[in-house]
């Protein structure tokens, strides 16, 4: 059973658009989300992330958004850039508190910005 | 440089012989766990140390073995590998459980 989904295995973007990241939970014991970005050939690198307790995260061109209610997160590229075509994967952990210290990947989703 | 360094980066082996791969993290990290991954299935956890001496199961451990000797190393060990452990292994560290982690270059092993 997947804790953690990323529905769309990949999207295409025009430069300059938004792309938009979704991501779904199972787990209401989750209350720290990430979002990595992983190139070929590379490992995963961070991109942003938001504790439970905010509803709202931004970064330069990168916002993630968290709905509690729905358990579902989004990460929102504004504008898009060619540079960020590559594999997105959402990430899930609880506090440790009853939830252990497992980190719970989606399957990721690879975006593509064309030029 | 802070960086998470596993080796080797690539592994063709057979059936049945043990082999460990290396994790070594310069930043003083607490946290750090093994993943695989595989197409559609993303990164699943294999195994995860709070600290020396502190391990944990993930959510695939079937098959590996791992120890935390020293804060810096976190060896991935298959006693006796078989074909469906073939995949492409990362290890990545953390000061804590809820902070981003920093992942190594990936190993990619081939069970035959």
């Known amino acids: 059973d997947q804790q953690v989904k990323q529905n769309s295995p990949s999207l295409s973007v025009q430069e300059g658009r938004i792309s938009i990241l979704n991501c779904d939970y199972t787990?209401?014991?989750?209350?720290?989300f990430l979002w990595y970005k992983k190139y070929p050939a590379e490992g995963p690198t961070f991109l942003i992330s938001?504790?439970?307790?905010?509803d709202k995260n931004e970064d330069g061109r990168f916002t993630v958004f968290l709905n509690k209610s729905a358990k579902h997160l989004s990460l929102h590229i504004v504008p898009s850039q060619p540079g960020d075509s590559a594999v997105y994967f959402c990430?899930?952990?609880?506090?440790?508190?009853?939830?252990?210290?497992?980190?719970?990947f989606g399957a990721g989703t690879r975006l593509f910005v064309k030029a | 440089e802070a960086q998470v360094t596993q080796n080797p980066r690539y592994l063709i082996t057979v059936t049945g012989k043990k082999l460990t791969v290396t994790c070594s993290q310069n930043m003083n990290h607490e946290y750090m766990s093994w993943y695989r991954q595989d197409p559609g299935l993303g990164l699943r956890q294999i195994y995860y140390s709070m600290n020396v001496e502190v391990t944990d199961k993930g959510d695939v451990p079937e098959g590996y073995k791992v120890s935390r000797k020293e804060k810096r190393n976190f060896p991935l060990i298959l006693e006796s590998p078989s074909p469906n452990q073939t995949s492409l292994y990362f290890c990545?560290?953390?000061?804590?459980?809820?902070?981003?982690?920093?992942f190594g270059d990936g190993t990619r092993l081939s069970i035959l």
């Open positions: 938001i504790s439970s307790i905010k």
């Open positions: 990545a560290s953390s000061p804590r459980p809820d902070q981003p982690q920093h």
């Open positions: 990430a899930a952990s609880p506090s440790g508190k009853t939830g252990g210290f497992k980190t719970i």
């Open positions: 787990n209401s014991m989750f209350d720290y």
